[in-house]
Every structure is written in C-alpha cells, then in structure tokens.
Nanobody
C-alpha cells in the first residue's frame, strides 16, 4: 500500500552536486521521520541523514557541512542536497521513511529500492 521511490542519482564529478528526491506513494496519513542511507561496495548500509516530522535533522559525520536534508510534508517527500561530492560518497542511496499509512494507527518502516550515486572523473 506504500512505496518509496527515489530519483536524482547519477554520475557526477568530484566537487559536484546532486539532489536526491524520495516520494512516498500511497495512502499516507503522516510521516514521523524520513531519511537517507547509503551502502558502498564492500560496506554495510549506514545512515547519511534523517529528518523528523518537526524538521530536526541528524547527519552522519561523513556528510556534515556538505549534505542537507529537507522534506515536504504535504507531498510526503524527502530531499537530500549533496554538495562537494567526493569519490567516497559513491554508493547506493536508499530512502527510508517511518510512515503511518491510512487506516492504521501505528507507524511502520519503509525502504526504497535505492538510487546509484557515482562520484568519479
């Protein structure tokens, strides 16, 4: 009943920027938190950034000062603006949402399929 769809990934040169978008499709009542995780080759998936319903944010050290997470509650969409990208940022970026679907009283966790970000010359 709920799906998360990411977009905005691609190939970018070091120092460049990308803006990832993730929209929750389906009957969504509200979202408690949304965020972005990434998994690089040979690495485990880890947090990039997350944002709560009230707008408070949390960033992994790797992205602090370079990444900005934001959300549009009306559209149930979360964004990740990534600036000054580095080769080590290369990974599959997955959208996460803790969402309350319509007709349910509790929040559940949802994951997108992921979008590839490659930082290379």
């Amino acid at each position: 009943q709920v799906q998360l769809g990411e977009s905005g990934g691609g190939l970018v040169q070091p120092g460049g920027s990308l803006r990832l978008s993730c929209a929750a499709a389906g009957s969504i009542f509200s979202s408690e938190a949304m965020g972005w995780y990434r998994q690089a080759p040979g690495k485990q998936r880890g947090l990039v950034a997350r944002i709560g319903d009230g707008g408070n944010t949390d960033y992994a050290d790797s992205g602090k000062g370079r990444f900005t997470i934001s959300r549009d509650n009306d559209k149930n969409t979360v964004y990740l603006q990534m600036n000054s990208l580095k080769p080590e940022d290369t990974a599959v970026y997955s959208c996460y949402g803790r969402l309350r679907a319509a007709y349910y009283s509790a929040y559940s966790d949802y994951w997108g399929q992921g979008t590839q970000v490659t930082v290379s010359s």
